[in-house]
Nanobody
């Protein structure tokens, strides 16, 4: 069974940057689309971005131009570089592959 482990969350001031990482436990990672989602308190989980096995990338309008998703198939990892962070980006961020989810990593944007 594939496991996904996120890291890199934390507290950052508005305008700051964070880089989230997601490590997958299986080599089938390289054949799958990988996604990042987030869930703010009291809100539904929402899609943030995803990257296909051929490295095509797609972003929610709310993060386009500020976030960059990438993958390193040699390391079975997917990254989310987040720049220009806003308080409304505060959420638990989850990595996803098919029906598998990571445990989430908290991102808090506050002054």
């Amino acid at each position: 069974q594939v496991q996904l482990v996120e890291s890199g969350g934390g507290l950052v001031q508005p305008g700051g940057s964070l880089r989230l990482s997601c490590a997958a436990s299986a080599s089938i990672f390289r054949f799958n689309t990988m996604g990042w989602y987030r869930q703010a308190p009291g809100m539904e989980r929402e899609w943030v971005a995803h990257i296909t096995s051929s490295h095509s990338t797609y972003y929610a309008d709310s993060v386009k131009g500020r976030f960059t998703i990438s993958r390193d198939n040699a390391k079975n990892m997917v990254l989310l570089q987040m720049n220009g962070l806003k308080p409304e980006d505060t959420a638990v961020y989850y990595c996803n592959m098919r029906t598998t989810w990571g445990q989430g990593t908290q991102v808090t944007v506050s002054s």
